[in-house]
């Protein structure tokens, strides 16, 4: 099992241009999350989804969309990047509430972007 | 609301020194909380969680209802504890709330 990969895993944007990260998870995880990492503010949550086709906001979503069309894939959009969405982004996805496993959330290695 | 505090951004000893990453929350319910490490150049992954009263790598944490705490302690600390320590609580939603983090580095 490859777990959480995230694509890519470096990229530098000039403001105004828009990409795609893309979180993939091989384990069959009903939930998946995207969260942004910056020094003195932690891990805050962008956007969640709670399986195939739904997708709910978190702490900070303005700027960024989700994506959830397949079970393994939770894609994350900056339509307009601006340089506040510098970051270090981790994906993160874990089992069902229902399942006893449901709080340990698997990350992926993270992207880091900068945004000029 | 929901809240997760980790008062030190660092936290800084030697070698065999003993360790306490402090984190408080805030929550009104039973809340389930975890700790989390990120090493150098690695993802996130748990450490422990209070439900399973581990000790991983030597370290324990103990919920304490009371003071509504959730230290991180570990006795003799090791320079391969140097890494970035998360505190994180999840309510009755399926969301973790992360705490701000605290790094820890183990000096020779």
């Known amino acids: 099992n490859a777990g959480v990969t995230q694509t890519p895993k470096f990229r530098v944007l000039k403001t105004g241009q828009s990409m795609t990260l893309l979180c993939a998870q091989d384990?069959?995880?009903?939930?998946m999350y995207w969260y942004r990492q910056d020094p003195g503010m932690g891990l805050r949550l962008i956007h969640y989804?709670?399986?195939?086709?739904?997708?709910a906001k978190g702490e900070v979503p303005d700027g960024y969309n989700v994506s959830r069309l397949k079970k393994q894939n939770f894609l994350l959009g900056l339509e307009s990047a601006a340089p506040s969405q510098t970051s270090v982004y981790f994906c993160?996805?874990?089992?069902?509430?229902?399942?006893?496993?449901?709080?340990?959330?698997?990350f992926g290695p993270g992207t880091r972007l900068l945004v000029l | 609301a929901q809240r997760v505090t980790q008062p030190e951004k660092l936290l800084s000893v030697f070698k065999g020194a003993p360790v306490e990453l402090k984190c408080n929350y805030s929550?009104?319910?039973?809340?389930?909380l975890f700790w989390y490490v990120q090493y150098s150049r690695q993802r996130l992954q748990l450490l422990l969680r209070h439900i399973s009263r581990e000790s991983i790598k030597g370290f324990t944490a103990d919920l304490n209802k009371g003071e509504t705490s959730f230290h991180l302690k570990k006795p003799f600390a090791q320079e391969e504890d140097s890494a970035m320590y998360y505190c994180?609580?999840?309510?009755?939603?399926?969301?973790?709330?992360f705490g701000t983090g605290t790094r820890l580095q183990v000096f020779p």
């Open positions: 994180a609580l999840r309510g009755r939603t399926d969301k973790l709330i």
């Open positions: 929550y009104s319910g039973s809340p389930e």
């Open positions: 989804s709670v399986g195939e086709g739904t997708t």
């Open positions: 384990m069959n995880h009903e939930y």
């Open positions: 993160a996805s874990t089992f069902s509430l229902d399942s006893p496993l449901v709080e340990t959330q698997y």
